[in-house]
């Protein structure tokens, strides 16, 4: 049995949904609310240590790390390869694989954190936010709960992400400019990876994937979502029971 334990279209849970979907594999869907901090349970914590979404359980034994999650669906299962044929293919997907993880979640984790969780930790009483605190594994999801606890995050920490935004276009255009998929000739996983943060992007700033300002992003954008699986994972669903007013719908994204 394959199950999914995910919170629908945030970013991590959204890239191997539409991972699942463009392979062809059918899972059963175990639905992770944050807003009731239920990632941080015992029995959460049992499949994945680190207190983070998404985590597959393949026969009773969990993956966890979206990117990896995602080269094990491609490894494990029958479908169309999502991994590039050659070596240097190969490279280069797991380079934008590995900004994706680092450059793309930094860039957007303060903002999505601060428009989004801000009001759920907000709402936790006074006498149990330590208690809640406290059953967060990783130190620096800890502290940033803790920071929205008591506010947000300051206008240099968001200025330095918008920095990150930019950087994330430059890059695309650049590679985009000489090959139609971000790891070369075929669709793969760089592109799965990546395609939840430009979601956000068209968000967050829009203007820095504008087609006048980053012409290659943008067409790659429109061809990355007009993909039938990418139509399915981002349209809100019964795996997405909380996302009223998460962030834009799928016909926002398509609007040129
Ligand atoms: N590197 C991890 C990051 C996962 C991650 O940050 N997941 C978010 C949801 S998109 C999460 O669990 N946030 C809740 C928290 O940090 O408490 C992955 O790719 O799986």
Known sequence: ???????????????????LREKGVPYVSRYVSLRKFEHHTPEYLALNPNGLIPTLVHDGKPIYESNVINEYVDEAFEGPALRPADALGRARMRIWSKFADEIALSAFLKPIWS???APVVQAVA???????LARVPLQERRDAWRTLSGGTFTDAELAACREKMKFIVERMERDLQRQPWLAGETFSLADINMVPWLVRLKEFAPDFMAPANAPETADWFQRTLAR???????????ETPEYAGQGLLYRDL???
Do not use: I, N, Q, W
């Open 1 to 19: 049995m394959l199950e999914l334990y995910h919170t629908g279209l945030t970013s991590c849970s959204v890239k191997v949904r539409l991972c």
């Open 115 to 117: 428009s989004r969780f």
């Open 126 to 132: 006074k006498e149990d936010l330590e208690k809640v």
């Open 228 to 238: 039938p699986a990418s139509r399915d994972a981002f349209s809100p669903s019964d």
């Open 254 to 256: 398509v609007a040129a």
